[in-house]
């Protein structure tokens, strides 16, 4: 079996987590950091084969760093990374040799609702993304947005719209990742939803995907742990191991 460490693993996405790996035949839960862990130290005394990170956008970032530089296979699942972080990260996993999967969601759902973003986006220019997560999510937008942001410039076939209208109260437009509108709401009564909207003249498209609970990221996580074993670089967006 393969040992898993679990940092963040007292939060409710690690605490699910925690839960699905222990169920796993193939997997085998040795360690759960919390905050008054430190994880240089337990990766060092256990040597665990993989480490999946739940923890927060304050340190995800020197967290993987800790865990490529060991040469520890990593799930990276807390969001907040930058780009220029990502870039970063994914020269040391080729430095190390060593595999780790950036996820900004681990749902299949929503990664089918990026896809068929992309594709609809060679033909409508036109999009802005409104996304819904709960009150406790610290980072905005999420990294499911901005993935989906990405995406949608990568595929548009012409240039959208230049027009801009005028702000009467600063952010009033949302703010603009790869040239796309984003919305971020942050409400009780949400675990996580995105809208993405399309325009064209005379019709409008919209995709969207609700998370109704931590349960529809377990199948993609699985999937990830399963995937990361055979790495020696970084993947960042689970849509790139779907066949």
Request: proline share 2%; aromatic share 6%; glycine share 6%.
């Amino acid at each position: 079996m393969t040992t898993v460490i679990i940092n963040g693993a007292f939060g409710k996405m690690g605490t699910t987590s925690s839960q699905t790996i222990e169920a796993s035949k193939k997997f085998q839960l040795i360690k759960r950091l919390g905050r008054q862990d430190n994880l240089f130290s337990s990766i060092n005394e256990l040597k665990p084969e993989l480490v999946i990170d739940f923890t927060n956008a304050n340190c995800v970032y020197d967290n993987a760093k800790i865990l490529i530089n060991n040469k520890t296979k990593a799930i990276i699942g807390a969001s907040g990374l930058t780009e220029s972080q990502i870039t970063h990260l994914s020269e040391l996993c080729i430095t190390n040799k060593t595999g780790c999967i950036v996820a900004p969601n681990f749902s299949l759902g929503a990664i089918l609702m990026m896809k068929f973003s992309a594709i609809a986006a060679s033909y409508f220019s036109e999009a802005e993304i409104i996304e819904t997560h709960h009150q406790q999510k610290l980072d905005a937008p999420s990294g499911t947005a901005t993935k989906t942001a990405k995406l949608i410039d990568a595929s548009r076939r012409t240039s959208k719209n230049a027009y801009k209208s005028k702000e009467f109260i600063a952010g009033a437009r949302g703010a603009i990742s790869s040239n796309t509108n984003i919305h971020s709401l942050r409400l009780p009564g949400f675990l996580a939803s995105q809208q993405v909207v399309f325009g064209s003249p005379g019709e409008n498209l919209t995709l969207q995907h609700n998370s109704i609970s931590r349960d529809c990221f377990m199948p993609g996580l699985l999937l990830a742990c399963n995937k990361v074993l055979n790495l020696n670089h970084l993947i960042y967006g689970l849509e790139n191991l779907l066949d």
